[in-house]
Antibody, heavy 122, light 106 residues
């Protein structure tokens, strides 16, 4: 069974940093692109970042470009999101999500982890 | 930047057919994916690439994509289908989500 388990969320002050992790199991991690998607409490979904299976290619939403860094350690089956210069508007539940198909992008995200809450507040 | 438009809410009578639209400029040129999200849970992929159902998703869920509108259709709606539904496309290496539609089963 494919499983994704996020961790690392919590309360951080504006301007602070946080690193999220997503531990993957049940599939060949290195062959799938991975994504981070966030959801503000009570609001919709916002894609944050994606990384290719080998970790070579990355993409970011404009709202986080230059502040967030996505990475992965395929030897540990773990995805990361380093978040710096955090702002109040970054407060959200952060989900990691696997690409449905290893053939390439644009096959949808499946499955998603259970999410980890990040709260940016003084 | 590309935008996807969804109605805030759609209602359907129990056992009837619900249709949830997702509007975007020439969306038919893109692959549209749909997610179901129930309260307190993570989203679940219910349709990918316009018309395809992942394993485990009931045949009652179907999708279409034409012109400027993609549609998620839920046949024989059940109480358990009450949820938020989001459409999703990729545009210029950026994933874009619609604002979400709350489906109410009456």
């Amino acid at each position: 069974e494919v499983q994704l388990l996020e961790s690392g969320g919590g309360l951080v002050q504006p301007g602070g940093s946080l690193r999220l992790s997503c531990a993957a199991s049940g599939f060949t991690f290195s062959t799938y692109a991975m994504n981070w998607v966030r959801q503000t409490p009570g609001k919709g979904l916002e894609w944050v970042s994606a990384i290719s299976g080998g970790g070579i290619y990355t993409d970011y939403a404009d709202s986080v470009k230059g502040r967030f860094t996505i990475s992965r350690d395929n030897s540990k089956n773990t995805l990361y999101l380093q978040m710096n210069s955090l702002r109040a508007e970054d407060t959200a539940v952060y989900y990691c999500a696997k690409d449905l198909d290893a053939a390439g992008p644009d096959w949808g995200f499946d499955p998603w982890g259970q999410g980890t809450l990040v709260t940016v507040s003084s | 930047s590309y935008e996807l438009t969804q109605p805030l809410s759609v209602s359907v009578a129990l056992g009837q057919t619900a249709r949830i639209p997702c509007g975007g400029n020439n969306i038919e040129s893109k692959n549209v994916h749909w997610y179901q999200q129930k309260p307190g849970q993570a989203p679940v992929l219910v349709i990918y690439r316009d018309t395809n159902r992942p394993s485990g998703i009931p045949e009652r869920f179907s999708g279409s994509n034409s012109g400027n509108t993609a549609i998620l259709t839920i046949s024989r709606a059940q109480a358990g289908d009450e949820a938020d539904y989001y459409c999703h496309v990729w545009d210029s290496s950026t994933a874009v989500f619609g604002g979400g539609t709350k489906l109410t089963v009456l």
